[in-house]
């Protein structure tokens, strides 16, 4: 087994752009564009909470940075860099090297260097922490607040999946070989949205990235916002793996399922067309899918236009004692 310098100059000491500072210094250094603001978001992710112990590391490492870049491309924010802090339980060859890969794999795709970070030993399992650091211009930024009455309300990519593989892995589900193979990779390799972020930066008004499931994120942008929405529930994108499942299983996937880091986000309607041009040009499929309108609350109407009873609520790590 590594010691803790060993396996920092091994896994996560890289070399990084010229003009920056990594790993190795008592703090990083990178430079921010001029007239931009440093966007910074962390998330952590507990075992036992974020993900089973016995998930695969390469796919842990992935999501462990996915789930915070998805943080900036709600934002509409650049990556500029991250931070790893680890407590682990045992400093573990066989599992860091997978994490690392599957970390730097990423990263390097959205160019996004790691430099700096922490890591301890742990009596309680493994927890990651994770802190990413982007540029966006402050009047381009695509904040909760910033939704009007009249816009439209899209959604990019597709939703569902994570939460059926989610409850098929819990047993919540009735076992399914096939469909959790079907979806297993939507929970385990989200995609984080960063080219739409940025190409919607500047044009989107509101966005947020679908972490707790669709009605309680858009929910934030709505309270942040004080305004309501109307969903039209047969032009959500739900994905094709849902197929054939039990009718409140989809719904509650598709509207209250987690773990989805698809963007939701509001655009002008008479921005409809460059919303499309951004999306191609993000190589994301991106739906319109609803309004937001002046009245609190959000109305989901069926095919039929009628208001959905029954909607689910997304996930609360504290729920009040009141919920079920
Ligand atoms: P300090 O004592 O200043 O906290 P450390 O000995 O903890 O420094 O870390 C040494 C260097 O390694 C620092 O530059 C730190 O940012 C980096 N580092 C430590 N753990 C990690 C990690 N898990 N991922 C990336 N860099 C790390
Ligand atoms: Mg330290």
Known sequence: MPSEFELIAR?????????????????????????HHVATSTDLLVEGRHFYPDVDPQALGHKSL??????????????????????MPRADDAWLAP????????GDAWQCPLVGGDTTGSKLGLTISVTVFGAVRPGQALRRDAARPGDDIWVSGELGAADVAYRLLDGQLPADPQ?????????????PRVGLGLALAGLAHAAIDISDGLLQDLGHILAASRAGAELRYADLPVAASLDGLDEAVRRRAVLGGGDVYELCFTAAASDRARVQQAALRADVRVTHVGSVRAEPGVVVRDAAGRAMADLPAGFDHFPTAAQP
Do not use: I, K
């Not at 915070?68 to 991250?82: F, H, I, Q, V």
């Not at 469909?179 to 929970?187: H, S, V, Y």
């Open 179 to 191: 469909r959790l193979a079907a979806t297993r990779r939507a929970l385990e390799w989200p995609q």
């Open 11 to 35: 896994y996560f000491n890289r070399p990084v752009a010229p003009g920056l500072l990594g790993v190795g210094d008592d703090c990083a250094l990178f430079p921010v564009p001029a007239g």
């Open 99 to 106: 994490f690392s890969q599957g970390w730097h794999a990423l």
């Open 66 to 87: 996915a789930v915070n870049l998805s943080d900036l491309a709600a934002m509409g924010a650049r990556p500029l860099g991250c931070v790893l802090g680890l407590a």
